[in-house]
């Protein structure tokens, strides 16, 4: 079993539809857990981070942590055509366990929002 | 946020070869780390590199293939040595600019070796 697991897609919706996209994971010593959005030919840039389980809110996104059933959320709402690109979820222990900081990446999903 | 650059953009290289890849930071950071994104794959972690000491390599990876320099807090260098096709992939730098929370990513070097 991996470590992250991420349906890859790829995923077509409307535009101003809402997108959900999911991580699991089974190293519950997981403490961060982020999403990041990578453009075509471009570096991940962050979305979002959360710490230990709860909501985060950000304009238009929303993250959610479940620590109880190793479920991650992220949610998009009204999305925009700009929003079209591949979407990647990891996570992170901090610095216990002698893990250094080490991010445990999913492989993606890739999200089309089509005009 | 950090801003981070990274250079070559892409290279195409003969096998046998080795390739250096630079990374720079706008401001002074404790650690560094260089990932792998192959196609279809998860970025990997490659290395974690912090100033003033070895640099602490992942399963799978060694020092003779991936040679790396930290000669300063605001940058990095990742060799690629002895190039062959299965090396082909963007190769990513990244800062952790807080307590571990997370890390900020450079815009990739896509290499292909033919």
């Known amino acids: 079993q991996k470590e992250v697991e991420q349906d890859p897609g790829p995923l077509s919706v409307p535009e101003g539809a809402i997108v959900s996209l999911n991580c699991t994971y089974s190293n519950s010593a997981f403490q961060y857990f982020m999403w990041y959005r990578q453009y075509s030919r471009k570096g991940p840039e962050l979305l979002m981070y959360?710490?230990?389980?709860g909501n985060k809110e950000d304009g238009r996104f929303t993250a959610q942590v479940d620590k109880s059933s190793k479920y991650i959320s992220l949610f998009i709402r009204d999305s925009q055509p700009s929003d079209s690109a591949t979407y990647l979820c990891?996570?992170?222990?901090?610095?216990?366990?002698?893990?250094?900081?080490?991010?445990?990446f999913g492989k993606g999903t890739l999200l089309t929002v089509n005009p | 946020s950090a801003v981070i650059s990274q250079k070559p953009s892409r290279d195409i290289c003969q096998r046998g070869t080795s390739l250096t890849i630079q990374c720079q930071v706008d401001?002074?950071?404790?650690?560094m780390f260089w990932y792998r994104q192959q196609p279809g794959q998860s970025l990997t972690l490659i290395a974690t590199a912090n100033q003033g000491s070895e640099a602490t390599y992942e399963s799978g990876f060694v020092i003779d293939k991936f040679p790396i320099s930290r000669p300063n807090l605001t940058f990095s260098t990742l060799t690629v040595s002895n190039m062959s096709p299965e090396d082909s992939s963007i190769y990513l730098c990244s800062v952790d600019r807080g307590a571990g929370e997370t890390q900020y990513f450079g815009p990739g070097t896509r290499l292909l070796v033919l």
């Open positions: 959360t710490y230990s389980s």
């Open positions: 990891a996570m992170s222990q901090g610095n216990s366990g002698g893990s250094n900081y080490k991010l445990t």
């Open positions: 401001s002074q950071v404790t650690m």
